[in-house]
């Protein structure tokens, strides 16, 4: 299964179907953005002011997926990402760029990364354990900030490469 459910309602839509999703791959991957909040510093944008992340920097919204979830192995991916280039990695650099998969079990982790595959990616940097997330899930005012660099009103379609 696949969730980009809004952040701060994936815990509880998640949870009430636990026992469905008990055994199986969660792949994870939603922004826990607060849309409605006051910033002592705003960072303007074309939407009025960038979304906080909550959790950000101790915690993140894929490690709350899987502790409200034990019985389900929960992945974060594609959140570096937009969606259409998760779909189609060659719109962006002919592909030539770097999808990042999390996660506690290796088999999880494996799926995730044969959907990537099917999907074209060629390059799938496994980042170790979900704690990485945190990294992944605060690349998203990263990844707002390129795109406005860019002159891209909304984000934008780009790549990371890994070079190793």
């Known amino acids: 299964m696949i969730s980009g459910i809004d952040g701060h309602n ?3 839509a998640l949870s009430a179907i636990a026992d469905e ?3 199986k791959t969660l792949i994870d991957y939603a922004v826990p953005f607060i849309y409605q909040h006051t910033p ?28 409200a979830l034990p019985r389900t192995k929960v ?22 760029h770097t999808m990042f998969v999390a996660g506690e079990d290796p088999d999880a982790k494996q799926q995730a990364t044969d959907l990537l595959k099917s999907y074209g990616w060629s390059d799938v940097l496994d980042l170790g354990p979900l704690v990485a997330a945190r990294g992944m ?8 900030a390129i795109g406005f660099g860019l002159g891209q009103r909304f984000g934008g379609h780009f790549g990371i490469k890994v070079v190793r």
Do not use: N
């Not at 960072?43 to 992340?53: A, E």
């Not at 969606?83 to 719109?91: A, E, I, K, R």
């Not at 899930?137 to 707002?144: G, K, L, R």
């Open 75 to 96: 992945v974060k991916s594609f959140v570096t990402q937009e969606q259409t280039t998760v779909v189609d990695p060659t719109s962006v650099a002919g592909g030539d």
């Open 137 to 144: 899930e605060m690349y998203a005012h990263m990844h707002s």
């Open 10 to 12: 994936a815990v509880a």
């Open 21 to 23: 999703l008990a055994g």
């Open 40 to 67: 002592e510093h705003p960072w303007p944008t074309p939407w009025r002011i960038m979304p906080k992340l909550d959790p950000c920097d101790s915690d993140s919204l894929g490690e709350q997926i899987q502790r």
